[in-house]
Each structure stands twice: as C-alpha cells, then as structure tokens.
T-cell receptor, first 112, second 111 residues
Framework: AQSVTQPDIHITVSEGASLELRCNYSYGATPYLFWYVQSPGQGLQLLLKYFSGDTLVQGIKGFEAEFKRSQSSFNLRKPSVHWSDAAEYFCAVGAGAQKLVFGQGTRLTINP | DAGITQSPRHKVTETGTPVTLRCHQTENHRYMYWYRQDPGHGLRLIHYSYGVKDTDKGEVSDGYSVSRSKTEDFLLTLESATSSQTSVYFC??????????FGSGTRLTVV
C-alpha cells in the first residue's frame, strides 16, 4: 500500500535561512509526487509535482524538490525563507486514477 | 473562475441537526473528494466520487453521506451532527497523476 511519511511535525527556521522539509514515500511503482502548501485559514495549494524526467523540479514561490528513487524521498527545499512561507506543508504520492495519499504535514514557523 | 467553490465557508449548527456542505468545481474533473482536517490528524478522507452517481467510502465515513447528481457538484451531508464532527472540511477534485485542486474549506462547529 502507498504511504507517505513526513518525519518532522514542526520546524522553526529564521527568516533568510535555508529550508529542507523531508518526505519519504512507499509505493510499488513509479510514483507521482506532490508538495502542497496550506496557509492559515486557506485550502491546499500545489507547490510542485514530479512525474518523470529531471529529478530536480522547480515550483512556485521559489521552492524546489528533489526525487531520489534510491532513498524513496522527495524533499522540499528553499534557499532563503521569507516570513510569508510560514504555513503547513503536505507531501503526497499518487498514480493514475488512484487517490492521493498525503503525509501528516509539517508546520513551518519563521523566526524574524 | 476555474477551481473549486465550497459553501458555506463557516457554519455553526446544533447537535442532532442535519447539515449539508456544498462543493462546486469548474475543472470538469471526474473524481471528487471530501476530507476533514483536524489538529494532529492531517487530512482524512470521508467519501469520494468517481463519476456522477458513483461514490465510495473513505477512512472516516461513519455519520456522513454524499451525493453527486452532476459532474460539477458534490454534496456532503452530516445526517445528525455531533460535536465530534466539528472540523474543517475540504473538497478536492483531480487524480493521482495530475494532483488535486482544493477548495478553501468549510469551518463547521457543532454545539
């Protein structure tokens, strides 16, 4: 069965610092991988997705993620965070017509 | 506008009353989903639909029913609201290979 693990429930970083949010997945075939962001009081917005090809994918708001098949990981990165990046981040895996499986989310706090 | 619209955005209701939440999509997606989001539980799937009049249960379906009479509309009904159903409810549409589009959510309080 598919599963997604986000090991960090809550991460705090200083504004301007780099960020890496971890995501590990379990899936029997080639996965489609997604990162979503949820700002307070809002729905989930798609940041980026990986289908195939280049394992480093670029998304909106300056985020990128790297697919590492050998590690079953799809970690989200940003070189320099802004206070507006404070939000909850969800990793998800899916394929075809199957339902997406979401991780539990990582809450990001930004220190000024 | 393209996307998903949920209504109402906020609702307070009394225990034991039926409540219907509405989801309208303009994406022409075949698949639609209802989730609830609670602190410490992430997103939990309540019900989903794979076409008009075709629905199935998710992991937390007890006390909820759904209907889909048109591609665009997916209704979630709490048959007799309980305090444990106080939550934020999200509607989504899409598939596992293209990802989902989410609505802005409905905050439901059962008193």
């Amino acid at each position: 069965a598919q599963s997604v693990t986000q090991p960090d429930i809550h991460i705090t970083v200083s504004e301007g610092a780099s960020l890496e949010l971890r995501c590990n997945y379990s899936y029997g075939a080639t996965p489609y991988l997604f990162w979503y962001v949820q700002s307070p009081g809002q729905g989930l917005q798609l940041l980026l997705k990986y289908f195939s090809g280049d394992t480093l994918v670029q998304g909106i708001k300056g985020f990128e993620a790297e697919f590492k098949r050998s590690q079953s990981s799809f970690n989200l990165r940003k070189p320099s965070v802004h206070w507006s990046d404070a939000a909850e981040y969800f990793c998800a895996v899916g394929a075809g017509a199957q339902k997406l499986v979401f991780g539990q989310g990582t809450r990001l706090t930004i220190n000024p | 506008d393209a996307g998903i619209t949920q209504s109402p955005r906020h609702k307070v209701t009394e225990t034991g009353t039926p409540v219907t939440l509405r989801c309208h999509q303009t994406e022409n997606h075949r698949y639609m989903y209802w989730y609830r989001q609670d602190p410490g539980h992430g997103l939990r799937l309540i019900h989903y639909s794979y076409g008009v009049k075709d629905t199935d249960k998710g992991e937390v379906s007890d006390g909820y029913s759904v209907s889909r009479s048109k591609t665009e509309d997916f209704l979630l009904t709490l048959e007799s609201a309980t305090s444990s159903q106080t939550s934020v409810y999200f509607c989504a549409s899409g598939t596992g290979n293209y990802g989902y589009t989410f609505g802005s959510g409905t905050r439901l309080t059962v008193v």
